[in-house]
């Protein structure tokens, strides 16, 4: 069945970095756009980048000059490094298909606070 795990969620400082991964098994990994989501505190989950099955990308706004989404097919694994963090992107960040989502993994938490 369809796995996903993300990892590497933290608490880190304003203007901090990170780098998130998710590790998807299950299903034919180079062949779907993947994405990665977040849900806030109090809010609904949204969509904060996406890339697909040739490497383009799109972010939100709230994401663009700061995230960069990429993926390994190789190691079935997508990533998400962030950059220049602030508060406001403090979230449970979690990976899906784009176009096919699956069940949801339990996605990894990133707190960003001084």
């Known amino acids: 069945q369809v796995q996903l795990v993300e990892s590497g969620g933290d608490l880190v400082q304003p203007g901090g970095s990170l780098r998130l991964s998710c590790a998807a098994s299950?299903?034919?990994?180079?062949?779907?756009?993947m994405a990665w989501y977040r849900q806030g505190p109090g809010k609904e989950r949204e969509l904060v980048a996406s890339?697909?099955?040739?490497?383009?990308?799109n972010y939100a706004e709230s994401a663009k000059g700061r995230f960069t989404i990429s993926r390994d097919n190789a190691k079935n694994t997508v990533y998400l490094q962030m950059n220049s963090l602030k508060p406001e992107d403090t979230a449970t960040y979690f990976c899906?298909?784009?176009?096919?989502?699956?069940?949801w993994g339990q996605g990894t938490q990133v707190t960003v606070s001084s």
């Open positions: 890339i697909s099955t040739s490497g383009s990308t």
């Open positions: 899906n298909r784009l176009n096919f989502p699956s069940t």
């Open positions: 299950g299903f034919t990994f180079s062949n779907f756009f």
